[in-house]
């Protein structure tokens, strides 16, 4: 492999640890805590918060670190930072302690998107296909999270769930350090044309505004429906799949089955917007997110397995079109910042999605959760024709 292959499987794995460890607790609670701590399930999961605050408030400083010092220098602590705090939530014996820890998981976990986005557009002209295989990475780590903590709460106790990856996201970091001390330049920069890639496109400042402002509120919608479905599908599954799930494990193995195989809608709608008017694409992924989460409300068993792979799908397809927006957007100076201000926007929705999922759930059930989450997906299929031409969107020739 190449340095800038290596790099790039690096990054990858990154993004997988990052949203490996953020989910984690979703499934611990859903599938043993409550039970072992004697508390309700909407009265734990709000314990999750600070972490998810960590996630967001902590993107603006990692993004102003890595532009200003190292953002290579700032993967490793990631690494490092993130597996030390998962073994700490595994050694918890207390709702407090675990809040503890968790909000430091969260902390290291915002490293990622502000740094590790900005190194995988670096040089490129057409930036859908990479970040879309850096988002099926992430997806991916969604999806294990579920698998990986049904089959070692079953095993070995629910401790092990963060133990292990904590001690594997250690010898990574390790290693991507001994990566970066070999001599070799990783700090491939970009060219000036493509640095200067939002002054070439001559974009205007009321069209820069118009774009960002888009972004960003669809980002905060699209928080909502993302941590929503991330963090409470187990949950859903244990419930609505009856028969079909009677253990963790089962569990595990049905949400892993969903997330990995939505997770490839990244792929195909990356492949799309480096093609087609970004528009277009975005609207149609946000109509199809509306109607799926209309279907859902009442359904279980077969149906609600299929129309949960159904919603996730365009939930996940959403994922890398703002992220190529920025990209497309931002000179690479301040990239790390402005994809830090869009996952703060983010986390911070994310965040306080959390104690709404719980009191949602313990007042009405799924069922209001999957009606709210439908309104959320046509607002932001309004959202989306407000777009520009899309002429001032796409990327430079090569």
Same mark, same amino acid.
């Given at each position: 492999?190449?340095?800038? $292959?290596?790099?790039?499987?690096?990054?990858?794995?990154?993004?997988?640890?990052? %949203?490996?460890?953020?989910?984690?607790?979703?499934?611990?609670?859903?599938?043993?805590?409550?039970?072992? @701590?004697?508390?309700?399930?909407?009265?734990?999961?709000?314990?999750? #918060?600070?972490?998810?605050?960590?996630?967001?408030?902590?993107? /603006?400083?990692?993004?102003?670190?890595?532009?200003? @010092?190292?953002?290579?220098?700032?993967? #490793?602590? +990631?690494?490092?930072? /993130?597996?030390?705090?998962?073994?700490?939530?595994?050694?918890?014996?207390?709702?407090?302690?675990?809040?503890?820890?968790?909000?430091?998981?969260?902390? +290291?976990?915002?490293?990622?998107? !502000?740094?590790?986005?900005?190194?995988?557009? *670096?040089?490129?002209?057409?930036?859908?296909?990479? /970040?879309?295989?850096?988002?099926?990475?992430?997806?991916?780590?969604?999806?294990?999270?579920?698998?990986?903590?049904?089959?070692?709460?079953?095993?070995?106790?629910? *401790?092990?769930?963060?133990?292990? !990856?904590? =001690?594997?996201?250690?010898?990574?970091?390790?290693?991507?350090?001994?990566?970066?001390?070999?001599?070799?330049?990783? *700090?491939? %920069?970009?060219?000036?044309?493509?640095?200067?890639?939002?002054?070439?496109?001559?974009?205007?400042?009321? #069209?820069?505004?118009?774009?960002?402002?888009?972004?960003?509120?669809? #980002?905060?919608?699209?928080?909502?429906?993302? $941590?929503?479905?991330?963090?409470?599908?187990?949950?859903?599954?244990?419930?609505?799949?009856?028969?079909? &799930?009677?253990?963790?494990?089962?569990?595990?193995?049905?949400?892993?089955?969903?997330?990995?195989?939505? &997770?490839?809608? $990244?792929?195909?709608?990356?492949?799309? /917007?480096?093609?087609?008017?970004?528009?277009?694409?975005?609207?149609?992924?946000?109509?199809? $997110?509306?109607?799926?989460?209309?279907?859902?409300?009442?359904?279980?068993?077969?149906?609600?397995?299929?129309?949960?792979?159904? +919603?996730?799908?365009?939930? =996940?397809?959403?994922?890398?079109?703002?992220?190529?927006?920025?990209?497309?957007?931002?000179?690479?100076? @301040?990239?790390?910042?402005?994809?830090?201000?869009?996952?703060?926007?983010?986390?911070?929705?994310?965040?306080?999605?959390? !104690?709404?999922?719980?009191?949602?759930?313990?007042? @009405?059930?799924?069922?209001?959760?999957?009606?709210?989450?439908?309104?959320?997906?046509?607002?932001?299929?309004?959202?989306?024709?407000?777009? !520009?031409?899309?002429?001032?969107?796409?990327?430079?020739?090569?």
């Amino acid at each position: 492999m190449t340095h800038s $292959q290596t790099r790039f499987l690096y990054l990858n794995i990154g993004h997988f640890l990052d %949203h490996l460890f953020m989910l984690i607790f979703a499934s611990v609670a859903a599938l043993r805590l409550t039970a072992e @701590w004697n508390i309700h399930y909407s009265e734990l999961i709000p314990y999750a #918060t600070p972490g998810f605050v960590a996630f967001g408030v902590g993107a /603006i400083a990692s993004g102003w670190i890595a532009d200003k @010092w190292s953002r290579e220098g700032m993967m #490793t602590i +990631f690494f490092i930072g /993130i597996g030390v705090s998962a073994i700490l939530a595994g050694l918890a014996n207390s709702p407090f302690q675990m809040a503890i820890s968790l909000a430091l998981v969260g902390l +290291f976990a915002s490293i990622y998107h !502000p740094v590790g986005l900005s190194m995988v557009v *670096e040089g490129l002209q057409r930036t859908g296909v990479p /970040i879309a295989i850096n988002g099926i990475f992430g997806n991916m780590g969604v999806a294990c999270a579920a698998l990986l903590t049904g089959l070692l709460v079953d095993q070995t106790g629910w *401790e092990s769930a963060f133990i292990f !990856p904590g =001690f594997v996201s250690i010898v990574v970091g390790v290693l991507y350090w001994r990566f970066n001390q070999k001599g070799i330049d990783t *700090e491939e %920069h970009e060219s000036a044309s493509t640095d200067n890639r939002a002054a070439e496109n001559a974009v205007t400042k009321s #069209t820069l505004i118009r774009v960002f402002g888009i972004i960003f509120f669809t #980002t905060a919608v699209g928080g909502l429906i993302f $941590q929503s479905t991330t963090f409470a599908l187990p949950k859903v599954f244990d419930e609505r799949l009856g028969d079909l &799930a009677g253990s963790a494990t089962l569990v595990g193995w049905y949400t892993f089955l969903v997330f990995s195989l939505a &997770a490839f809608a $990244q792929l195909l709608v990356g492949y799309l /917007i480096d093609r087609c008017p970004v528009r277009i694409i975005f609207s149609g992924v946000a109509l199809l $997110q509306g109607l799926f989460f209309l279907v859902m409300t009442g359904l279980t068993g077969v149906s609600a397995l299929i129309v949960s792979f159904a +919603f996730m799908f365009v939930v =996940f397809g959403q994922i890398p079109i703002n992220d190529v927006l920025v990209g497309r957007m931002a000179k690479s100076e @301040w990239r790390s910042r402005a994809y830090a201000l869009r996952y703060l926007v983010t986390f911070t929705v994310m965040a306080s999605s959390v !104690p709404l999922i719980g009191w949602i759930y313990g007042n @009405w059930g799924f069922d209001r959760l999957f009606q709210l989450l439908s309104i959320a997906g046509f607002v932001i299929f309004l959202a989306t024709l407000l777009l !520009p031409d899309s002429k001032k969107l796409v990327p430079n020739p090569a």
